[in-house]
C-alpha cells in the first residue's frame, strides 16, 4: 500500500509541478469554483471564518455557503502553516486524492487476492479520471477517498450489520455530505437499502438501525446547517449552490442545440440577483427560476436527462466534451484525451468484473457511489467531474476484471513442492 500512495502522490504531484506550471487558477476578471476554494481557505486561515472570498476582494465581508466547508477546511490546514499558494493547494489536492489507495486495497483484499488488491492500487495511482481534478483545487479530490471508505464500511456493514459498523458508514458518509453536496444522496442510495433490504435483520431492527444512522447523521450535520441556518435569509442547509447549479443547467440553450446536456452562462439572464440579498436569497431566486423552467418543459426533461448522463459517460459528443474540459474547465488537453480513452476501457473492463464481484459479495454499495454520480448529472448538467465516484467504481470493478482474466487465461502457476515430513518430525513440531 505504501508503494501504491508514493506513487499516487507522485504521479498527482508531477502532474501539478510540471503540466500546470504556467497555467493560472484563473483567467483574470472571472470567478470560478477552483479560485473559491484556494481564497476561502486563505480567509478560514487567517481567522475571517467561511466568508464569500470574491466580495472580499471587492472589500465587503459576507458569509458563505456556496459549498460545504470540508475541502475549504482541508486547505485551511495547509494555509495556516504558511503553505497558501496555488502550487501548495494543488500539491495538497493531489495528496488527499492519492489517499484512496488505502481504502481499495482493503476493500479488494477482502474479498479477493492481494493481486486483485495492488492492480487496483497502482491503477488508482495511474488513472486519469482520478487525477485530472487535483491540480485544479476542487473538492472532487477530497471526495474522492472518501467515496473509497465508504464502500469499505458499507460492505463491512452488510457483513456484520452491526451497531458499530453502521456508525462507521454514517460518519465517512456525513463527511462525504460536509465536502460536497451530492454525497448525501447516498444516505437515501446506499444506506438506507442496505439495512432496510438486510435479510440477516428483523423488520425491528432494520428501523432501529435506520433510525440511529438519521440521528446520528443530524448531530454530525448539525453545527453547520445551524449556523447556515442562523446566517442566511433562506433556510440553507448544506450550501446555497444547488440554485446557482440548477439555473446554469435549464434554460433554451440547455435544453437543444450544441450544448445540449451541459451548461451555459446565458442561462444566468441577471434576473436572479435581487437587490440587497445575500447567497441564499440570490440561489432561492435561482432556483424558482429553474424549476419554473423545468416545469414548463417537462417534456424536454427526458432527453436532456440522458443526454447530461451520455456526456459525463462519454457517450454523448465525446469529442466536443474534450473542447469544454479543455477550454471551460481548463484541463490540459492531452491529459483528457488520455483520460477519455483509459475511461473507455475501464468503463468495458467494469462491465465483466460486476459479474465476478457479484459471486463473492453484494453489488449495492458499489452501485450506489456509481448511481449517485449519475444521478448528479442528471439533475444539474454533464461534466466529466462529477463522474469521479463512478469513476472510482469503474477503476475497481475493473480490478477485479483484469485479476479473473489472468487466473483464467494467464501461464498456470506451480505449486510450491511440499516437503516430506515424518511423524517422527510432527510429534517434535508439537502437532
Same mark, same amino acid.
Given at each position: &500500500?505504501?508503494?501504491?500512495?508514493?506513487?499516487?502522490? @507522485?504521479? #498527482?504531484?508531477? %502532474?501539478?509541478?510540471?503540466? !500546470? #506550471?504556467? /497555467?493560472?487558477?484563473?483567467?483574470?476578471? $472571472? /470567478?470560478?469554483?477552483?479560485?473559491? !476554494?484556494?481564497?476561502?481557505?486563505?480567509?478560514?486561515?487567517?481567522?475571517?471564518?467561511? %466568508?464569500?472570498? =470574491? +466580495?472580499?476582494?471587492?472589500? $465587503? *465581508?459576507?458569509?458563505?455557503?456556496?459549498?460545504?466547508?470540508? =475541502?475549504?477546511?482541508?486547505?485551511? /490546514?495547509? +494555509? =495556516?502553516?504558511?503553505?497558501? $499558494?496555488?502550487?501548495?493547494?494543488?500539491?495538497?489536492?493531489?495528496?488527499?486524492?492519492? +489517499?484512496?489507495?488505502?481504502? /481499495?486495497?482493503?476493500?479488494? #483484499?477482502? !474479498?479477493? $487476492?492481494?493481486?486483485?488488491?495492488? *492492480?487496483? &492500487?497502482?491503477?488508482? @495511482?495511474? !488513472?486519469?479520471?482520478?487525477?485530472?481534478?487535483?491540480?485544479? *483545487?476542487? +473538492?472532487?479530490s477530497m471526495y474522492i477517498p472518501l467515496a473509497g471508505w465508504a464502500l469499505v464500511f458499507a460492505h463491512r456493514a452488510h457483513d456484520d450489520p452491526s451497531v458499530r459498523r453502521v456508525v462507521e458508514l454514517t460518519i465517512v458518509l456525513s463527511l462525504g455530505a460536509l465536502t460536497r453536496s451530492e454525497p448525501f444522496l447516498m444516505f437515501f442510495l446506499l444506506l438506507t437499502p442496505l439495512l432496510m433490504t438486510h435479510p440477516a435483520l428483523s423488520w425491528r431492527r432494520r428501523i432501529a438501525l435506520t433510525t440511529l444512522a438519521a440521528g446520528l447523521a443530524m448531530v454530525i450535520l448539525a453545527p453547520w446547517v445551524a449556523r447556515n441556518l442562523a446566517t442566511f435569509e433562506e433556510p440553507t442547509y448544506l450550501a446555497v449552490g444547488p440554485g446557482y447549479v440548477l439555473e446554469l443547467g435549464n434554460c433554451d440553450e440547455t435544453y437543444s442545440g450544441e450544448l445540449l446536456g451541459y451548461w451555459s452562462a446565458a442561462c444566468d439572464d441577471g434576473s436572479t440577483w435581487p437587490d440587497g440579498a445575500d447567497e441564499s436569497g440570490i440561489g432561492a431566486a435561482k432556483y424558482a427560476k429553474a424549476t419554473d423552467y423545468i416545469g414548463d418543459h417537462l417534456d424536454e426533461v427526458p432527453k436532456v436527462m440522458a443526454a447530461r448522463v451520455g456526456r459525463i459517460l462519454g457517450l454523448y459528443r465525446p469529442l466536443q466534451g474534450i473542447d469544454f474540459d479543455t477550454f471551460f474547465e481548463r484541463r490540459i488537453r492531452r491529459h483528457v484525451q488520455v483520460g477519455l480513452l483509459a475511461h473507455y476501457a475501464v468503463m468495458s473492463a467494469a462491465v465483466v468484473g460486476a459479474f465476478v464481484w457479484r459471486r463473492h459479495t453484494t453489488l449495492l454499495p458499489l452501485a450506489a457511489v456509481a448511481a449517485t454520480s449519475l444521478a448528479t448529472a442528471a439533475i444539474t448538467f454533464g461534466i466529466t467531474r462529477y463522474r469521479v465516484?463512478?469513476?472510482?467504481?469503474?477503476?475497481?470493478?475493473?480490478?477485479?476484471?483484469?485479476?479473473?482474466? *489472468?487466473?483464467?487465461?494467464?501461464?498456470?502457476?506451480?505449486?510450491?513442492?511440499t516437503p516430506d515430513i515424518g511423524v517422527d518430525e510432527l510429534e517434535e513440531a508439537g502437532v
Open positions: &500500500m505504501v508503494f501504491a500512495f508514493v506513487l499516487a502522490v @507522485a504521479v #498527482r504531484w508531477i %502532474v501539478a509541478l510540471r503540466g !500546470y #506550471r504556467d /497555467i493560472p487558477l484563473v483567467e483574470p476578471g $472571472t /470567478i470560478n469554483d477552483n479560485l473559491y !476554494y484556494h481564497l476561502s481557505a486563505n480567509l478560514l486561515a487567517d481567522g475571517r471564518g467561511f %466568508v464569500n472570498p =470574491f +466580495s472580499f476582494l471587492e472589500g $465587503t *465581508i459576507e458569509p458563505t455557503a456556496a459549498h460545504p466547508p470540508g =475541502f475549504t477546511v482541508y486547505l485551511s /490546514i495547509w +494555509s =495556516f502553516l504558511g503553505l497558501d $499558494t496555488v502550487t501548495w493547494h494543488r500539491l495538497a489536492g493531489g495528496l488527499v486524492s492519492a +489517499s484512496v489507495v488505502f481504502p /481499495i486495497g482493503l476493500l479488494l #483484499r477482502r !474479498y479477493f $487476492t492481494v493481486r486483485t488488491a495492488g *492492480i487496483a &492500487m497502482v491503477g488508482a @495511482a495511474l !488513472y486519469p479520471p482520478l487525477w485530472l481534478n487535483d491540480a485544479l *483545487i476542487l +473538492s472532487e465516484g463512478a469513476d472510482l467504481v469503474f477503476l475497481v470493478l475493473a480490478a477485479v476484471a483484469l485479476d479473473h482474466l *489472468i487466473d483464467r487465461y494467464g501461464p498456470p502457476v506451480a505449486a510450491a513442492a
